[in-house]
Nanobody, 121 residues
């Protein structure tokens, strides 16, 4: 069964940090670009970041650029999203998704179930 599982969410104070993980089972991630998305209550889903299969190309939404870093460890079949300087507006459910190929093209095939990130004092 092909599955993506996010973890690492939680409650953090403004200015704090979290690292999200996206682990795959049933397939190897190293052939696929992986995207991170988030959805806050009452808002549309927003693309946050994407990393190519090799890790050599990354993209970030303007709202997180300079604060978030996407990386991958293909040996561990896991992609990470390091989130620093968190703001209350970063509060959302965060999802990872697998592209159908090696590049970030917006053609996501498999999605995780999401992990909640809450930034609040």
């Amino acid at each position: 069964q092909l599955q993506l599982v996010e973890s690492g969410g939680g409650l953090v104070q403004p200015g704090g940090s979290l690292r999200l993980s996206c682990a795959a089972s049933g397939f190897t991630l190293d052939d696929y670009a992986i995207g991170w998305f988030r959805q806050a209550p009452g808002k549309e889903r927003e693309g946050v970041s994407c990393i190519s299969s090799s890790g050599g190309v990354t993209y970030y939404a303007g709202s997180v650029k300079g604060r978030f870093t996407v990386s991958r460890d293909n040996a561990k079949n896991t992609v990470y999203l390091q989130m620093n300087s968190l703001k209350p507006e970063d509060t959302a459910v965060y999802y990872c998704a697998s592209e159908g190929g090696r590049l970030c093209l917006g053609q996501y095939k498999y999605w995780g179930q999401g992990t909640q990130v809450t930034v609040s004092s």
